[in-house]
């Protein structure tokens, strides 16, 4: 699920949220796969920067987010980490 961000006037940012695998489907490279074709997808819609939340107890997850370039830019309200990757000619890994 991803929407571009609505609440501000940052036209070019778009929001990647609930990205995630089936426990018994995890550690098969799933989730990097879907991660490369939903980044290729939010690329298209001339968006610059793509942010995902994820909770700080995930260590998988932020190993994912790192090695697709992501970098952590905030905290939300409730805890979460909040992490973007600039886009640059639909660039996703």
Known sequence: MYCPEIETEEKDL???FRFMVDV???KQGIGRAAL???LGEISKNNCRKI???YSPK???AAKLYE???FQQVGIAEDGDIIV???VNNMTTA
């Open 14 to 16: 778009y929001w990647l």
């Open 24 to 26: 018994k489907y995890q």
């Open 36 to 38: 490369e074709l939903a």
């Open 51 to 53: 942010n995902i939340i």
């Open 58 to 60: 995930n260590s998988v």
């Open 67 to 69: 090695t697709f370039g």
């Open 84 to 86: 973007q990757k600039r």
